[in-house]
Structures are given as structure tokens and as C-alpha cells.
């Protein structure tokens, strides 16, 4: 991937356990999305994270930034059967605010 | 709330044909950005344009086209077309371009290409 790189690549877990998800890119960013995909659907924004911002919540999820490891992390909390789908992080190029670089995503399947 | 709209949602071509893919932004933004996702692949960046200008290209194949429009909907236009172009377009729309807000994205259009 050109800019972010998502680790793992696939996580299975039970309903009710937590799932955290990791990106990390290569250049410096002006913000950090993260988005979900259900198979074959469209992507569907979860949340924004700014630069100057370490640290958001919303609902389930939190989302951590590292800009000094250039890394980010996506929890979600107690998780749902329905959350099953593919995570991907996206990020812009510091200099470049027109395109945003999608990692190669977390393929995560929650069991009932 | 609009969303953004892509229409057709589905198409089915046959190698060596056309095919164009429109694009709705939501109201008020005037910039437009598409994404081609091939199978089991991310994202990737084809080209964007801002206020009816072409803003930014990526990985975009020489036979592919696109505009925006005076009311800023977008074409994508793919010409001779290959059983590799098979993939999800996707269309996203921002509100201006001065800092990297959350792009909306459309549903999809789906193309498959015979």
C-alpha cells in the first residue's frame, strides 16, 4: 500500500470481546479516517482523527493516534456479530489534502 | 441528510466497450474524488477535481476520463474496456479543498466487465 499498512490483515473473535485494529503510514499526515466495509458494500465513514488530536471516541470505538510512531489504532468495544466486515484506514499526504492513501485492511469476523 | 449518489449502481459490459459512471456530490460540495476497488483490494485513488478542474490524478489507466460538470456531478468515462477493470467505483465529495475533511462516499457502482 502506498501510505497505510493495517495489521492484522485478519482477527477473529468472540461477541462481547474487544478488537483493536492497527495502521500504520509513512509520511505526515493532516488527518487519519477510519472506515468500514461490509463485503462488496461501500465504505462507510466511522471516524476522523486530526493530527493534533491523540485520542477520540465514539460509541464503541476509540480511535488512538501516534503521529510520532505514525501509527493509529481503531478499538471497538464489546463487539457485535454485526461488526463483522473489513476495516480500513485512510490517510492524506501532509502536503497533499486532495487524495487520501486507504491501508490494505483488517478483515475482522465477530462470532456469535 | 443527502448522501452522495452513483448511478448506475450495477453495470455489466462486455470487453472492449465503453462505460461511464455518473457521480452526484452532496449539495454545496464542489469537490469530487474516485476510488477504484478491485476485488479483495483496498482503495485506490484515481482522480479528483475541485470546482470543475482536475485537482489531483492517481493511478488512473490512459483510457479512463472524467469530468466535473457545471452543477459538479462528475463522469468517470472508461473506454476499451478489460476484464481488469472489473472492480467497485466509488465516488466521494468534500466541501472545499483548503483542509482534508471527511470525504463522503457514495455507494458504488459495481462494473463488471465480461
Known amino acids: 500500500s502506498q501510505q497505510g499498512e493495517e495489521d492484522p490483515q485478519a482477527l477473529s473473535i468472540q461477541e462481547g470481546e474487544n478488537a483493536t485494529m492497527n495502521c500504520s503510514y509513512k509520511?505526515?499526515?493532516?488527518?487519519l479516517q477510519w472506515y468500514r466495509q461490509n463485503s462488496g458494500r461501500g465504505l462507510v465513514h466511522l471516524i476522523l482523527?486530526?493530527?493534533?488530536?491523540r485520542e477520540k471516541h465514539s460509541g464503541r470505538l476509540r480511535v488512538t493516534l501516534d503521529t510520532s510512531k505514525k501509527s493509529s489504532s481503531l478499538l471497538i468495544t464489546a463487539s457485535r456479530a454485526a461488526d463483522t466486515a473489513s476495516y480500513f484506514c485512510?490517510?492524506?499526504?501532509?502536503?497533499?489534502?486532495?487524495?487520501?492513501?486507504f491501508g490494505s485492511g483488517t478483515k475482522l469476523n465477530v462470532k456469535p | 441528510a443527502a448522501g452522495v449518489i452513483q448511478s448506475p449502481r450495477h453495470l455489466i459490459k462486455e470487453k472492449r466497450e465503453t462505460a461511464t459512471l455518473k457521480c452526484y456530490p452532496i449539495?454545496?460540495?464542489?469537490?469530487v474524488y474516485w476510488y477504484q476497488q478491485g476485488p479483495g483490494q483496498d482503495p485506490q485513488f484515481l482522480i479528483s477535481?475541485?470546482?470543475?478542474?482536475?485537482?489531483d490524478k492517481g493511478s488512473i489507466p490512459d483510457r479512463f476520463s472524467a469530468q466535473q460538470f457545471s452543477d459538479y456531478h462528475s463522469e468517470l468515462n472508461m473506454s476499451s474496456l478489460e476484464l481488469g477493470d472489473s472492480a467497485l467505483y466509488f465516488c466521494?465529495?468534500?466541501?472545499?479543498?483548503?483542509?482534508?475533511?471527511?470525504?463522503?462516499f457514495g455507494p458504488g457502482t459495481r462494473l463488471t466487465v465480461l
Open positions: 509520511t505526515s499526515i493532516n488527518n
Open positions: 485512510a490517510t492524506d499526504l501532509g502536503y497533499n489534502f486532495n487524495k487520501f492513501y
Open positions: 482523527i486530526r493530527s493534533n488530536e
Open positions: 449539495p454545496r460540495h464542489d469537490t
Open positions: 477535481f475541485y470546482e470543475k478542474m482536475q485537482s
Open positions: 466521494a465529495s468534500s466541501l472545499g479543498q483548503a483542509q482534508s475533511d471527511e470525504q463522503f
